[in-house]
Nanobody, 123 residues
């Protein structure tokens, strides 16, 4: 199982970015996908999540600016980030809560991390 995040880059304050995360491998079901971020010298923090029931949850700093969505057919989750601020600079990681095919069975609620994608907001 692998999660691959992409879409980061350098953007000016007020700009937009759309991050993507693709989950691949022996996946039986995607229960939820999450985005976290980690700024230099800081702990990793929650950004947003989306469940298989389409329930969303956002950190306070993300509300009104960030939108999480999913292409279920492709096991891909997106994070649309608008009105970016310098304090949004961080490495953004996706995390999947997955049911994994293991042998003849299924291992429920396994968590996997992607490698992260760098987002830099600077003029």
């Amino acid at each position: 199982v692998q999660l691959q995040a992409s879409g980061g880059g350098l953007v000016q304050p007020g700009g937009t970015l759309r991050l993507s995360c693709v989950a691949s491998g022996s996946i039986f079901k995607v229960n939820a996908m999450h985005w976290y971020r980690q700024a230099p010298g800081e702990q990793r923090e929650f950004v947003a999540s989306l469940t298989s029931d389409k329930d969303t949850n956002y950190a306070d700093f993300a509300k009104g600016r960030f939108t999480i969505s999913r292409d279920g057919a492709r096991n891909t989750v997106f994070l649309q980030m608008n009105n970016l601020r310098p304090e949004d600079t961080a490495i953004y990681y996706c995390n999947g809560d997955l049911d994994i095919i293991q042998g003849t069975g299924v291992r429920r609620h396994s968590r996997y991390w992607g490698r992260g994608t760098q987002v830099t907001v600077s003029s």
